[in-house]
């Protein structure tokens, strides 16, 4: 078995990114194993919806042989983000360093809040910086929001409010070299899920992590992108699922549960009936509302 270098080893989400999927890895790892039960064998490994990026970094780590990546992502705040890092590290890091620097410097609270709502808008305006500097404030308002959550407006305009962090750690230079590692060999797209599809052969594997169908009418939604992602893209999902199937890939998707409300609420289970189906739990972790952070089931649907 090929040696896996340690900046790699160490590789992990460089954001806090809601429905990330490190809690789930285990099970994807279980339902993986069907597949790949040879760590030696060659394959090209597709993520249409890139997110956080926790189970592209656990396969950069579990498999040595993992030839190349393709990553995408509809968010292009995201997707600068990634491309940064794999081209401009260092640049990075110095400028994370600069603004933790600065923002340890604010002596109280309401400093450090005039400073969050200050960077907010400034990366708001999107014409008025590069992609270090908009990655430098993604990062920098990733981990001083509330929550670490990554919201947009129907004006695609950041509006997550002040997290009321003191000492949070803004440049994590590890981090970003080990991601910056493993980038060395993955592809980035900015664009629809379904561009994906062009770049796979009989050796790759999809993971598909939409964003999530609300369990329940009263869910709140958050937005990634001023798009919303609603039951018609689903649909165009599951098609693009069919087309991933007929070619002889494996994939595995995961999405929410919708039956933990509603037990007769059969969607996925009647559009995905000629797939297999998992019922996992994940926690929530997302909640204003710490009494109903709790585990849940979410659905693993596979073709293998």
């Known amino acids: ?98 603004i933790e620097k600065e923002y340890y410097g604010l002596n109280n609270i309401a400093k450090k809040n005039e400073f969050f709502l200050e960077r907010r808008n400034q990366f708001n305006q999107k014409n008025r910086h590069n992609n270090i500097d908009n990655t430098v404030l993604l990062i920098f308002l990733n981990k001083t929001c509330f929550n670490g959550l990554y919201r947009v407006n129907s004006k695609g305009l950041f509006n997550v409010p002040f997290g009321k962090y003191i000492k949070p750690k803004i440049c994590d230079a590890e981090t970003i070299w080990s991601v910056h590692q493993c980038l060395q060999k993955t592809t980035i797209l900015n664009g629809d899920f379904e561009q994906t599809l062009q770049y796979a052969d009989q050796k790759t594997f999809f993971y598909l992590d939409p964003p999530y169908k609300p369990i329940k009418t009263t869910s709140s939604f958050t937005s990634y992108t001023k798009e919303n992602f609603g039951d018609s893209d689903q649909l165009r999902l599951k098609g693009f699922c069919d087309k991933i199937n007929e070619t002889n890939c494996k994939f595995i998707q995961s999405n929410s549960d919708v039956r933990n409300y509603d037990e007769k609420n059969s969607f996925f289970d009647e559009l995905y009936k000629k797939y297999n189906i998992n019922r996992v739990k994940a926690r929530r972790n997302i909640n204003s509302k710490g009494a109903k952070r709790g585990k849940i089931d979410e659905i693993l649907i596979h073709n293998f």
């Open 1 to 98: 078995m090929t040696t896996t270098c340690p900046e790699i080893i160490k590789a992990k989400p460089f954001l806090k990114w809601a429905g990330g999927k490190s809690q789930l890895i285990p099970e994807i790892q279980s339902v993986l194993s069907l597949k790949f039960n040879n760590y030696n064998d060659p394959f090209t490994y597709i993520e249409p919806f890139i997110g956080g990026g926790s189970v592209l970094f656990h396969l950069f780590k579990t498999f040595p042989n993992l030839e190349k990546a393709i990553i995408n992502d509809i968010n292009t705040d995201l997707i600068v983000a990634y491309q940064t890092i794999k081209t401009y590290p260092q640049q990075l890091i110095d400028a994370l360093q600069n």
